[in-house]
């Protein structure tokens, strides 16, 4: 299994919402990572987790809250989003043995706050 | 990581070689040169990687210049499919848990034209 599976792909949610992103692998990588990308911009790093310990938190606001229950499966759980919130969230993995070369990227949720 | 300035969009016809230029004067001796592809709501995908050699795979060739403040990703045979943004990166490749996360410029939109 070479892959990066994230689901839901589409998730539509209200400002008072609680809803929960899911991203699983299966490749051994014990680094996971959320990105954020807005409409024709980069993608832009939000959290890091190595060895299912949260290692990098890029200012992200509180009503994002990532979790590692395991070294295969990272969850971001949604509260309170905003309208600017929505985006494409991405998911991916990496194992240190690859560096830059070993990142796989799931192909995202579409996320719309409304 | 030393930064990188791409072209913000480019045209190439199909069946042609896409080259697709990177500037990073201040890259520093054990940086190395990535390249990663994004197509319309996907996830990023890597292509290729090197250190100051000429690199070629499947997808594509790599060249870097002798002094390697400069890049150049070759698409020998563009096609429909190679529509994408292309985003070339540099950063030291630790081994370990020493690496720092991949971060995306704004990268470089191939337009394939048929």
């Known amino acids: 299994d070479t892959e990066v599976t994230q689901t839901p792909k589409h998730l539509v949610m209200g400002m008072t919402n609680k809803k929960s992103l899911k991203c699983e692998q299966h490749?051994?990588?014990?680094?996971m990572y959320w990105y954020k990308q807005k409409a024709k911009k980069p993608p832009e790093l939000m959290f890091v987790y190595s060895y299912e310990k949260l290692s990098i938190n890029e200012s992200v606001p509180s009503r994002f809250s990532p979790e590692c229950p395991n070294s295969s499966l990272l969850n971001l759980h949604l509260h309170a989003l905003q309208p600017e919130d929505s985006a494409l969230y991405l998911c991916?993995?990496?194992?240190?043995?690859?560096?830059?070369?070993?990142?796989?990227f799931g192909s995202g949720t579409r996320l719309t706050v409304v | 990581d030393a930064k990188t300035t791409q072209p913000p969009s480019m045209d190439c016809a199909e069946g042609r070689a896409a080259n697709l230029p990177c500037n990073h004067s201040t890259i520093s001796g054990n940086e190395y040169v990535y390249w990663y592809r994004q197509i319309h709501s996907q996830g990023p995908q890597y292509i290729i990687h090197g250190l100051k050699n000429n690199e070629t795979n499947e997808m594509a060739s790599l060249i870097i210049t002798e002094d390697r403040k400069s890049s150049t990703l070759i698409l020998p045979h563009a096609t429909l499919r190679d529509t994408a943004v292309y985003y070339c990166?540099?950063?030291?490749?630790?081994?370990?848990?020493?690496?720092?996360?991949?971060?995306f410029g704004k990268g470089t939109r191939l337009s394939v034209i048929a």
């Open positions: 990166i540099v950063r030291v490749n630790r081994g370990g848990s020493g690496n720092t996360p991949l971060v």
């Open positions: 490749m051994g990588h014990r680094a």
């Open positions: 991916a993995s990496s194992t240190p043995r690859r560096g830059a070369n070993g990142y796989t």
